[in-house]
């Protein structure tokens, strides 16, 4: 029972064994090519002649994997769920694959252990732009492009979306207030607009933002942007209008 294992040890060089031991007990699967799925967690080997080919490789891998990620989720909603509409799963699918969702997912797989968090693209030491969910979607691409699609099916469904994903309470969650608040607005056909309200300090790195609806300002919300200030105004108007989120046609 132990060939398996110390054949692919004697294929990859002795700092990456327990990395690739890691993969393998994540994917379930036994890599062919250690060096994939190597540089999808940024780590250079001797065929990378520098930084800038282990990102350009990392960045295929993610760039493929999103896409993998992408059919296979789909794939997994359409079949769990017979009865959903088109916009059900559409919706479904967006909270799964959404950033947030799919760092949470890859901290539960234990994958920030095991990235390389050197320079990344950003080229600020430590600072890397690598965050566990893209490095789940270069993981995805290393499995498609070493043992197929009926592996990366198998990681997907069942290494990942099975055991992580709670699926009722993801129908219950909402991926953005504001774009939420902005679809319930325009269909009552009422005019609405965001607001600056205060920029605090000199590097402008805290912002207050109202809403207003028909020139009535309904809440307020602050953050360290514009974009995440108008999302938490979004959120507290949600909640004094009460909007709330309802799937359109539900499951079985």
Known sequence: MLQPILRLFRAVPSEHRSV???IRS???LRPNDPGIYLAAFRRKVKTDANQRSAN???ERLEYLGDAVLGVLMAEYLYEKYPNGDEGYLTSMRSKVVSRKALNRIAEKMGIPQWMDMGRGRSGRQGQTSSVPGNTLEALVGA???DRGWNAARFFVHRR???????FDKVETEVISYKSLLIEHIQKQRKAFRFEV???DGKD???FS???????VEVATGSGQSKKSAEEAASRAAAKALKIGSSPRTRRR
Request: no cysteine; hydrophobic share 50%; proline share 3%.
């Open 20 to 22: 690739m031991a890691a």
């Open 160 to 166: 990942m979306l099975d055991p992580y994903v709670n």
């Open 209 to 215: 933002v109202a809403f207003f609806v028909d020139e």
């Open 143 to 145: 499995v498609y492009i």
């Open 56 to 58: 350009m490789r990392y």
């Open 204 to 206: 402008r790195n805290r």
């Open 197 to 199: 309200i205060d920029e």
């Open 26 to 28: 994540m994917t379930g």
